[in-house]
């Protein structure tokens, strides 16, 4: 009993001293299951060398190889860390450049809006100033009236043509033909035309006495006097303020002898024109033919005649017959050193250098040359090949009058076109050669007329007034006997 005490505390003894170097090891084995392993120094050995196995060596080859690719990947994540820091720095800079060059665009546009905000305040500002003066004008009273009595001498630096017994006589603006038809030997100086805009001049009213005259309706007299002006259309557009109508006074197939034609005539590429059936459907506005003219017309003058439009071409001399039913041109030609495009024009301006007309004797034309300074010149033309078939020079200063038209051979002139009561204050006579004054009454009721032609269908005046399109009746002399 005593000897089994002895082992036992002796045990604990040898059990105490060797938990100080004894070491326990957990891991597991080749299959996966846990294995311990419970280790105590030997107390005859004081070290033994470690061998290890060849797990341990694989173990700690992979440990440095798990360290190595662990030092290489962090290296790369700085790196790569370092490269993305780096591109978003650019692209910062870029969109920062490109914001602050949209706001200097922003600032700039917004400036211009502002400048072009100030010139349409300004534009604004200054039709008003001018809408405020055409009504100051509107409402002033006319100047008194001075009259005026155009000389009845012809001038000293022309002579009139008259007319020889047998033959006609040739003009003396013609005496030898040239490449374009025209046969005269006089040149004209350069002629620059000026602004394609729209040409408005201003005119002086002028009285003159009134002849004695048989007032008769019959036959082909003298003017007696001008009816009141009868309103049968207002044009709809800025287009319609001047334009031409006329009647065909010896209309052809396919148009009735009742067709009215018009032309708005303001714009640089005037080529409509209009037909219409009769003078109701003129006043309703409905057009039963509309043609393109192949070349732009200029101004107020055209007429029509046996079938044909003629006008003058815009920016030049040249005078165009246009076939209405084959719808093409049928004659060209220049009228020889006829003024055109602002140089001789009526007193109203509109480019209305060349003014053509139809009466009982034909086709006329009204204009003005540089050797006739500024006079009015007439001229009979053939209505077939535009030739200038007997010229006539006047004494009265074509840009001094408002209008002209021509009745019976008789040139007739008036001297306002804005004036509500003006007169017609000239007549020349192509069968005398010989001009006087006269004082017939004469009305502009819409306060700008830019064209009056002679109506042989109907024996009537045409106007255009002020975008409405005016006829007036007419009282004609008894015609006096050779």
Request: hydrophobic share 30%.
């Amino acid at each position: 009993m005593f000897l089994l005490l002895l082992l036992s505390v002796c045990s604990l003894v040898l059990r105490g001293d060797a938990q100080d170097r004894a070491s326990l090891w957990r891991g597991n084995d080749r299959s996966g299951r846990c294995h311990y392993t419970f280790t105590v120094p030997s107390p005859a050995e004081a070290s033994c060398p470690q061998v290890e196995s060849p797990e341990v060596e694989g173990l700690k080859a992979r440990l440095s190889l798990l360290e190595v690719m662990v030092s290489q990947l962090s290296g790369k994540g700085s790196q790569s860390q370092g490269g993305q820091q780096g591109v978003g720095t650019r692209a910062q800079a870029e969109l920062q450049e490109a914001l602050n060059r949209a706001l200097r665009e922003r600032n700039l546009m917004q400036g211009e809006k502002e400048r072009l905000e100030r010139e349409l305040e300004g534009l604004h500002l200054r039709m008003e100033e001018m809408r405020r003066e055409t009504e100051r004008l509107r409402s002033r009273p006319c100047p008194p009236q001075t009259p005026v009595v155009p000389p009845s001498t012809p001038r000293q630096d022309r002579t009139p043509i008259r007319a020889g017994s047998g033959s006609s006589q040739i003009s003396h603006l013609m005496t030898r033909p040239n490449q374009q038809g025209d046969s005269s030997r006089l040149r004209d100086s350069a002629w620059q035309h000026g602004s394609p805009g729209f040409q408005e001049l201003k005119a002086e009213v002028t009285e003159v006495p009134a002849p004695d005259g048989n007032e008769d309706n019959t036959g082909c007299g003298e003017l007696v006097s001008v009816g009141e002006p009868v309103t049968h259309r207002k044009a709809e557009n800025i287009e319609g303020k001047y334009g031409v109508w006329m009647q065909d006074p010896e209309g052809v197939l396919p148009y009735g002898a009742n067709m009215i034609w018009r032309i708005n005539t303001i714009g640089t590429e005037v080529r409509q024109l209009f037909g219409y059936e009769d003078m109701e459907q003129l006043s309703k506005g409905f057009p039963s033919k509309v043609l393109l003219l192949p070349d732009p017309l200029e101004s107020t003058g055209a007429t029509l005649y046996r079938g044909s439009l003629y006008y003058q071409r815009r920016l030049s001399r040249s005078l165009i017959r246009y076939d209405l039913a084959a719808e093409h041109v049928a004659a060209r030609r220049e009228l020889p050193h006829a003024g055109f495009h602002g140089q001789f024009p009526y007193s109203w301006g509109g480019y209305t250098d060349i003014d053509l007309s139809v009466d009982e004797k034909g086709l006329w034309a009204v204009y003005s040359t540089n050797k006739a300074q500024g006079a009015i010149v007439i001229s009979q033309l053939d209505p077939n090949s535009l030739e200038v078939k007997k010229s006539w020079e006047t004494n009265i200063r074509k840009s001094s009058v408002a209008n002209s038209f021509i009745i019976c051979g008789k040139l007739y002139t008036v001297a306002s076109y804005a004036a509500p009561d003006t007169i017609i204050n000239y007549v020349y006579d192509t069968e005398t050669n010989q001009g006087k004054a006269i004082s017939i009454p004469f009305k502009n009721k819409y306060g700008y007329n830019s064209m009056i032609d002679y109506n042989v269908a109907q024996r009537k005046l045409f106007s255009w007034d002020n975008f409405h399109i005016v006829s007036y009746d007419l009282r004609l002399g008894r015609q006096q006997a050779n």
